[in-house]
């Protein structure tokens, strides 16, 4: 197949494999790689080491994949269909709505090699599959592709689908036609994920202290929590999506309708005294295949014990974070332990 053919072709192939969009850009991020290198200089990576890592791979993905011409950047939406107001119930536990399905990772992968193998039926060539899986620059890469402009919220954004959505890169040797890349910055004077980011994170447009970010505090960070993030963090257990809900360009988001991404195990609204009855064992049974594994019990229990130390006190969620607190000082967990105490601290003083 010609490879002006093969490009014909791609939207069809993607959007029959779960994608609702595809591009395709050149391996030049030289325009991104000083903002990268200013980041890391900056420490904003906090204890993410391995952002500072193959820096010359991240900003040249031909050194990541020798040969590389090309890089394919694929979009999957995954808004959930419909959710209830959990940011405004206190007494429940909010999720990230990326994670309350099927592992993204697992999802994605297989799609694009599932693409990547039709490509390479038709057209010959090599080609490499990532989601997450390497040092991969891969919102500078999918603006290049035409998917959308990044925001201030450092998130990609498109005029029709907004921000729900992940992203996925096929490398490959193919010379195709490349996308032409969103021209303008369509955020204008908006300001709305700076003003609302809970920790203020968003020290600047485009500009992300990920030490202060509820999602990199809940995910990313292994330690103990700063008490002066603590209130702020709310009921937010795993992950934030403040700038996404605020940002006005999300009103043309449309609900995904991939089975794999439907909420699991009544996540999308759980109660905190719930989740504390969760055991270690209840814990890896009931968020197999999912994202929430990124996460260990004890941090797991950690975030639990921020968002019921920011709860409306009531004698259930006092005893259930006794309970809980019994619980992790017999299995010796120093990091559990010392947030739950901080939990019954602040329950016990409102």
């Not at 609900?255 to 759980?270: H, M, Y």
């Amino acid at each position: 197949m010609h490879i002006n053919e093969l490009a014909a072709h791609l939207d069809s192939w993607a959007i029959d494999l779960g994608f609702q969009q595809i591009g395709v850009a050149d391996t030049d991020l030289s325009d991104y790689a000083p903002d990268f290198r200013a980041w890391l200089e900056q420490r904003f990576q906090g204890d993410m080491g391995y952002m500072a890592r193959n820096v010359g791979k991240r900003i040249d993905p031909s050194k990541l994949v020798p040969g590389t011409l090309r890089v394919l950047s694929a979009r999957m939406d995954y808004l959930p269909a419909t959710r209830s107001d959990v940011l405004n119930s206190p007494d429940k536990a909010y999720i990230s709505h990326y994670a309350l399905g099927r592992d993204y990772h697992k999802t994605l992968r297989s799609r694009l090699r599932a693409l990547a193998k039709q490509i390479e039926f038709h057209a010959g060539g090599q080609y490499r599959a990532f989601t997450d899986s390497a040092p991969v620059l891969e919102k500078p890469l999918a603006a290049k592709a035409g998917i959308g402009w990044v925001g201030k919220n450092t998130l990609v954004l498109n005029e029709t689908a907004g921000s729900w959505f992940f992203l996925g890169e096929i490398f490959t040797n193919i010379p195709l036609p490349v996308n032409t890349k969103v021209k303008e910055d369509k955020c204008g004077v908006c300001k709305a994920c700076i003003n609302v980011c809970p920790t203020g994170a968003i020290v600047g447009p485009k500009q992300l202290d990920a030490r202060r970010c509820i999602s990199y505090l809940t995910i990313e960070h292994k330690g103990v929590i700063a008490e002066e993030l603590r209130e702020s963090i709310g009921n937010r257990i795993f992950g934030c999506d403040d700038c996404q809900l605020v940002c006005p360009w999300n009103r043309f988001a449309q609900a995904s309708e991939e089975p794999d991404f439907v909420p699991r195990q009544g996540l999308d609204a759980p109660t905190l005294i719930g989740l504390l009855a969760w055991s270690e064992a209840d814990f890896l049974e009931r968020t197999e295949g999912m994202a929430l594994r990124r996460i260990n019990y004890s941090q797991w229990v950690r975030n639990l014990a921020i968002a019921s130390g920011n709860a409306q006190p009531n004698p259930s969620l006092i005893r259930a974070v006794k309970k809980k607190l019994t619980e992790s000082r017999q299995m010796s967990d120093g990091l559990a332990s010392e947030h739950l105490e901080w939990a019954i601290q602040e329950l016990n003083s409102r």
